[in-house]
């Protein structure tokens, strides 16, 4: 076991919380790695985050696990994972980067500047791809779009093989439609209407009509609505310079303004800022839930798991609540998800990038999507006949084959499944209709500015505010600073770094370097 292995998992096991899984050699001890032979099969170590997969974070040892043997015997490789945890990830990452205890394989977040990255990649810890990925990886650069491929390039080379999204619009406002039905109402558009829905939810004895989380992840509707989310990818020219959108307060005041009345009227949890993200799910697949947000691709895994407990449970993507520009909707994802990255000393580079790029093939497909024939599906006259599960553990155990470890796919949704069922196909639908209409998005800068990297406290997340504003933004929703003070959070933000992120973002603008412009 490696050093960072043995350290991270005394420590987090110290605070009872689960870092990685067993290994089957030493980690790194130089058997993992190695160019295979003639027949061989190809052996690597990959570092994944948990990503809060219950399977995943409950699996004893997930290299023994019988759908990792199966991907093994289908690739013929010998994996060694070890897992990162999703709460600790970015941190862990740094960690791993600093001790220099790296995988063979790293599974970064996104593209080749994420926090987590440290600067791996400009520092030389991962080799070039493209000529392994001409050689060896044909099928991937045909099926990944350009734009995929160039989050995950530095200084005109591919780094990583990137897990890809077609559709940017991924999260979605759910709601209980049965709720909804009891209540005698419709879906609602702007914003005042969704209040009026959340306190129908509440005279019904719903104990959490919004369900709100921890640094308001996946609690972000009402933000949306009034275009004003504070993260990584929302800059916006403001007269001559390009600022964050939270520096419209005017719109950030109003948005805050929702949260306070959902809390002083109990349409929010209470102590929603301490709320984690296993709390967040396992409330609302007790039933406890009336509105929150999620990937859209989970609705139907969710819904067969909140049956388990409310049969009567009916889940419903609507269109986000609409603010004063009459448009809303959640931000826009990036094109790349994942993200895998080789150490530039592994020797069997070759055999891992033949592995990915098996991962989109037909046979990668019906394997992640149906399991194995005559074990999880049948085929009958040339069809394939699957029943997606309805027991909650073999759910988690589907999701987890379909997204943990189908490593590189286009994430969106899985069509293969969707399009056996009327539900699935009505899914489908939503994305093509409901969520191809809205969405938040801003100016990008790729790479990340320099002044954000060197002030963390005014640093945002792809989806969460940073820590300066996170304080003042909790505070303001409890009462205990007035939301009026707005102006004073932006002027605090200015001085502690803030300043020098505007004069960057507005010069590389100017020059038009490294800048992408919003897609809606």
């Known amino acids: 076991m490696n050093k960072w292995f043995k350290v991270s998992l005394v420590s987090t096991l110290a605070l009872g919380t689960l870092v990685g899984c067993g290994t089957k050699e030493d980690g790194n001890s130089g058997k993992d790695?190695?160019?295979?032979?003639?027949?061989?099969?190809?052996?690597?170590?990959?570092?994944?985050r948990t990503l809060a997969f219950n399977y995943v974070e409950k699996s004893p040892n997930l290299n023994e696990d019988k759908w990792v043997k199966r991907l093994e015997e289908k690739t013929n490789t010998d994996l060694?994972?070890?897992?990162?945890?999703?709460?600790?990830?970015?941190?862990?990452?740094?960690?791993?980067?600093?001790?220099?205890?790296?995988?063979?394989?790293?599974?970064?977040?996104?593209?080749?500047n994420g926090k987590e990255m440290a600067g791996s990649v400009?520092?030389?810890?991962f080799m070039p791809l493209d000529d392994l990925l001409k050689k060896h990886g044909q099928n991937l650069l045909k099926k990944i779009p350009k734009d995929a491929w160039d989050q995950v390039s530095y200084q005109g080379k591919i780094y990583a093989i990137p897990e890809y999204l077609s559709n940017p619009s991924r999260r979605a406002t759910w709601v209980r439609q049965d709720l909804l039905d009891k209540a005698g109402l419709k879906a609602p558009k702007t914003v005042e209407e969704t209040l009026d829905m959340l306190r129908a939810f509440k005279k019904l004895g719903v104990e959490n009509p919004y369900m709100g989380r921890q640094d308001f992840k996946y609690a972000d509707t009402f933000f949306g609505a009034y275009?004003?989310?504070?993260?990584?990818?929302?800059?916006?020219?403001?007269?001559?310079?390009?600022?964050?959108?939270?520096?419209?307060?005017?719109?950030?005041?109003?948005?805050?303004?929702v949260y306070k009345t959902m809390y002083d009227e109990g349409l929010i949890n209470k102590e929603f800022a301490t709320i984690n993200p296993t709390t967040f799910k396992n409330t609302i697949l007790a039933g406890k839930a009336g509105m929150w947000t999620m990937n859209a691709?989970?609705?139907?895994?969710?819904?067969?798991?909140?049956?388990?407990?409310?049969?009567?449970?009916?889940?419903?993507?609507?269109?986000?609540?609409?603010?004063?520009?009459?448009?809303?909707?959640?931000?826009?994802?990036?094109?790349?998800?994942?993200?895998?990255?080789?150490?530039?000393?592994?020797?069997?580079?070759?055999g891992i990038v033949k592995f990915?790029?098996?991962?989109?093939?037909?046979?990668?497909?019906?394997?992640?999507?149906?399991?194995v024939e005559g074990e999880t599906y049948k085929t009958e006259n040339g069809k394939i006949v699957y029943t997606s599960p309805t027991d909650p553990t073999a759910v988690d155990e589907e999701r987890y084959r379909q997204a943990f470890l189908w490593m590189v796919q286009d994430t969106t949704y899985n069509k293969g499944s969707l399009e056996l069922t009327p539900e699935g196909?009505?899914?489908?639908?939503?994305?093509?209709?409901?969520?191809?209409k809205e969405g938040r998005d801003g100016i990008t800068f790729e790479p990340r500015l320099e002044s954000l990297t060197k002030n963390p406290d005014v640093s945002p997340n792809s989806d969460t505010a940073p820590p300066l504003l996170l304080t003042h933004m909790v505070k303001m929703v409890y009462g205990k600073e007035p939301i009026s003070d707005w102006p004073k959070v932006i002027e605090e933000w200015k001085?502690?770094?803030g300043n020098e992120v505007i004069k960057e973002a507005t010069d590389k603008f100017n020059k038009n370097e490294g800048i992408t412009m919003p897609r809606r």
């Not at 400009?122 to 810890?125: D, I, L, M, N």
């Not at 009505?426 to 093509?432: R, T």
């Open 425 to 436: 196909k009505k899914l489908i639908q939503i994305y093509d209709t409901v969520l191809a």
């Open 227 to 257: 275009d004003v989310y504070p993260y990584l990818s929302m800059f916006e020219k403001q007269g001559d310079q390009v600022v964050p959108k939270f520096f419209d307060s005017d719109n950030m005041q109003k948005a805050l303004g």
């Open 356 to 371: 990915f790029d098996w991962m989109i093939s037909d046979e990668a497909e019906k394997f992640f999507t149906f399991g």
């Open 495 to 497: 001085s502690k770094g």
């Open 122 to 125: 400009q520092a030389g810890v």
């Open 33 to 48: 790695g190695q160019a295979a032979g003639p027949g061989e099969k190809t052996k690597f170590s990959i570092a994944l």
């Open 80 to 112: 060694n994972i070890v897992l990162v945890p999703h709460k600790e990830y970015e941190q862990k990452m740094v960690q791993m980067f600093a001790t220099g205890d790296v995988a063979d394989v790293m599974q970064g977040s996104g593209g080749v």
């Open 297 to 350: 691709n989970e609705l139907l895994q969710w819904e067969a798991q909140l049956k388990a407990s409310v049969p009567e449970a009916k889940l419903e993507i609507i269109p986000s609540p609409t603010g004063t520009d009459g448009k809303g909707g959640h931000y826009l994802y990036g094109s790349v998800t994942r993200s895998y990255f080789i150490k530039k000393d592994v020797k069997n580079a070759e």
